[in-house]
């Protein structure tokens, strides 16, 4: 089972990596509200889910993460947010890697630009095995029929 730190920390290594390819100086942030924005900067955030079992051998989760990213020039970031949407498309276009299990992303990344602020959204499903308890074999049932 992946770790939902472990996949947040996969998100933002490639986060990472989406801002260097894009040429911007930019720190990934925590996520303080109370702080001034410093720009530039990307800040990672883990939206709402869902944790539901499937039948009695499986889980499903469901978890969206937002990218944001704060342009140095307030007043102009549109060349900038470009240049960082590109990168993003073309880093998690191969989908991300967590624990050695690969994970698509199955509707891509969805982008938004408001207030000069640039968003993706990335929702991912994952589905996984739960391990079946330990138990005796069942015997086996042998019907003999009119006796």
């Given at each position: 089972?992946?770790?939902l730190?472990?996949?947040?920390?996969?998100?933002?290594?490639?986060?990472?990596?989406?801002?260097?390819?894009?040429?911007?100086?930019?720190?990934?942030?925590?996520?303080?509200?109370?702080?001034?924005?410093?720009?530039?900067?990307?800040?990672?955030?883990?939206?709402?889910?869902?944790?539901?079992?499937?039948?009695s051998?499986?889980?499903?989760?469901?978890?969206?993460?937002?990218?944001?990213?704060?342009?140095?020039?307030?007043?102009?970031?549109?060349?900038?947010?470009?240049?960082?949407?590109?990168a993003?498309?073309?880093?998690?276009?191969?989908?991300?890697?967590?624990?050695?299990?690969?994970?698509?992303?199955d509707?891509?990344l969805?982008?938004?630009?408001?207030?000069?602020?640039?968003?993706?959204?990335?929702d991912?499903?994952?589905?996984e095995?739960?391990?079946?308890?330990?138990?005796?074999?069942?015997?086996?049932?042998?019907?003999?029929?009119?006796?």
């Amino acid at each position: 089972m992946i770790s939902l730190q472990n996949l947040n920390r996969a998100v933002c290594d490639l986060y990472r990596q989406a801002l260097e390819r894009a040429g911007v100086d930019a720190p990934l942030l925590a996520e303080d509200v109370s702080a001034p924005i410093v720009r530039p900067s990307g800040k990672v955030e883990l939206e709402d889910g869902a944790d539901a079992r499937l039948l009695s051998s499986g889980r499903e989760r469901t978890v969206t993460f937002r990218l944001y990213y704060f342009a140095a020039d307030r007043e102009r970031p549109k060349l900038e947010n470009l240049a960082v949407r590109q990168a993003l498309g073309e880093t998690f276009l191969d989908g991300i890697t967590v624990e050695g299990l690969y994970l698509g992303i199955d509707e891509g990344l969805s982008f938004a630009v408001t207030d000069g602020v640039l968003a993706a959204t990335l929702d991912l499903t994952l589905t996984e095995p739960i391990p079946e308890a330990e138990a005796e074999p069942m015997e086996s049932l042998v019907y003999r029929e009119g006796t």
